[in-house]
């Protein structure tokens, strides 16, 4: 399975920082934006969440830097599962530059379903895992 588009934006002047590139909060409101989507996808909507079903909680995130990123570049992000667990699912983020095609930076993020009332871990609903499998990707590194 390929990587799906999970968001989309520009880069702004105000992102800029001290050294002329993006800062590091532009990168994560990126990622940000791609997680709310890819739940979505995988079945959690924000419906859902709101209605004290499940929480998620985002429990480790390992970005990487490629390249950097000006003000007026556009990006778009891609998204795929990296595992699905009974209680975790792993997932990369990949900003990617529309102009040269580069990847500016990865995410991989692990999330945990949670039990509103309890704190405590507890599976994934059903349907998770089975829009998780449509977007799983190869074995990466």
């Avoid at 079945?43 to 480790?60: D, E, F, K, P, W």
């Avoid at 003000?71 to 595992?83: A, H, I, K």
């Amino acid at each position: 399975m390929t990587m799906v588009e999970t968001a989309r934006g520009t880069v702004h002047e105000w992102q800029r920082d001290h050294m002329g590139h993006i800062n590091i909060r532009a990168y994560m409101e990126f990622h940000d934006a791609a997680s709310w989507q890819f739940y979505a996808m995988l079945g959690l909507s924000a419906s859902l969440l709101r209605s004290g079903a499940v929480n998620l909680a985002m429990v480790q995130q390992n970005i990487s830097y490629q390249k950097e990123l000006y003000p007026g570049d556009t990006v778009f992000v891609r998204s795929g599962v990296l595992e699905m667990r009974e209680k975790v699912v792993r997932f990369r983020h990949e900003i990617v530059n529309t102009e040269t095609g580069e990847v500016c930076s990865t995410s991989d993020c692990t999330v945990v379903c949670l039990n509103p009332v309890t704190r405590r871990s507890q599976p994934f609903p059903p349907e998770v895992a089975l829009h998780a499998e449509e977007f799983r990707l190869p074995m990466v590194q």
